[in-house]
């Protein structure tokens, strides 16, 4: 090739590759504390931007993979999402970020609630089923190990899934085990049940293939 020209490519090259780089005014901002990171996106350009946000977490408490939607007025920066990670869990995340001029409103909440929960037959045909309770630390341990391992599961929150409650209290009787003094996380492999989960790391390997 004619080292002139040679040379004229790569010019064109590394301005193409600058100049994208200078158009990239909406971009995600990083926060690290002590405890948490926040995370933030930084609207540079001179007009409004509306943004979606989806984290994908990995040894963070589950509330970090809530999709978010937001409006970043001109040159400013919004909090987007606050991320807390697990005690004794390796943490990190990747994210998807879409920008649109105007925002699009979604009906999150709604789209959630209308979501018809699956009936009790197929949680019974499930292989792992984990069940949980709000605020259990060591309920989001357990699964952020799952998902860490990539092991298929199904998650039953007790406190909302009042149906598959009553599952729950079935396979408790069929174990003869006390209802009054139920511990958290329980799990179900192939409709039978396991007593509280004491040592996380030893139920997961044992679920690995």
């Not at 019974?124 to 949980?132: D, G, L, R, S």
């Not at 511990?183 to 997961?204: C, M, T």
Request: net charge positive; proline share 5%.
């Amino acid at each position: 090739m004619n080292p002139l020209l040679k040379q004229i490519i790569w010019l064109f090259f590394f301005s193409t590759i600058s100049s994208y780089a200078q158009t990239k005014t909406v971009y995600l901002v990083e926060e690290k504390l002590k405890k948490r990171t926040i995370i933030y996106v930084q609207n540079d350009s001179p007009q409004d931007r509306s943004v979606f946000l989806k984290i994908n977490p990995t040894g963070y408490r589950r509330s970090a993979q809530r999709p978010i939607i937001k409006n970043i007025p001109a040159n400013s920066k919004a909090q987007m999402q606050v991320l807390i990670p697990l005690a004794d869990v390796e943490s990190s995340y990747t994210y998807s970020l879409v920008i649109n001029d105007e925002l699009e409103s979604i009906d999150i909440e709604r789209s959630k609630t209308s979501k018809k929960e699956a009936p009790l037959s197929s949680i019974m045909k499930a292989e792992v089923i984990i069940f949980t309770r709000k605020n259990c630390e060591k309920c989001e341990r357990l699964t952020a190990k799952l998902d860490k391992n990539h092991i298929k599961y199904r998650e039953v929150n007790i406190d909302t899934k009042t149906r598959y409650r009553e599952y729950l209290w079935e396979l408790l009787d069929n174990s003869k085990y006390n209802k009054n003094s139920v511990g958290v996380p329980l799990s179900a492999i192939n409709g039978e049940l396991n007593y509280p989960i004491d040592d996380i790391d030893k139920f997961v390997k044992e679920l690995l293939p």
